[in-house]
């Protein structure tokens, strides 16, 4: 299949239908990740290793924002990359911006397994004035990001994610509390754009898995070195 959909939102395209592409014999590698990368949250809450997660769709030159200028394929690969990354999470944490996008999009949405995760995760908004919009399992952030993260992730549950907010990412980056990112990066130049990791002080990550799928598409994943 590999049909791509033009979303309404610009920072979060996915690709259209239940399968998504065709079936390509490297998908295996993507579903057998070690423990530190795919847990379910079943696993993840029973080992107490909950993790912050972001998971960003980025140009070679580091552009987060606006993907649909830069990612022009979705394999099977990718697909299961980012199955793998949704089944470890039980909540997201998401900006003011991509939430009132999202949460126009995605209710009637049939986009999956992204659809059905999204609508059905815990979701907590970053924002200072009340939301515009209801979405099911939404709450708001009372209080300091970065600290608000850090007792969530001491509590039981799976693994706390950060998709497409560009802004929340790199306010936990900054404050050290992410614990991985996997970047899906496209062979693709965007030359203008917000950049996710602009204005980051050094950080020292640890390679946990860098791999290519069938469409040219870097999957690359790392550690937070504390």
Known sequence: MGAWRR??????????????????????????????????????????????VVYELLSLDGVAEKPDGFLADWDDAMEANLGAVIRAQDSVILGRRSYQEWAEFWPGSDIEPFATFINEV?????????????????????????GFVRDLRNQPGADIGVHASISVAQALLAAGVVDELRLVIAPAIKGSGRRLLDGL????????????????YLLADYRVIR
């Open 201 to 216: 002080p050094a950080i020292r990550l640890e390679s946990i898995r860098s791999t290519t799928s069938p469409a040219g």
């Open 7 to 52: 979303t309404s939102h610009p920072r979060a395209s996915y690709p259209e239908g239940a399968c998504q592409s065709a079936h390509d014999d490297r998908t295996d590698e993507f579903w057998s990740l070690g423990p530190s990368t795919q847990q379910s949250p079943r696993q993840s809450e029973v080992l107490n290793v909950r993790k912050v």
């Open 122 to 146: 815990a979701k907590y908004v970053v924002t200072s004035t009340p939301l515009d919009r209801n979405w099911a399992n939404t709450t708001v952030i009372d209080g300091e990001l970065a």
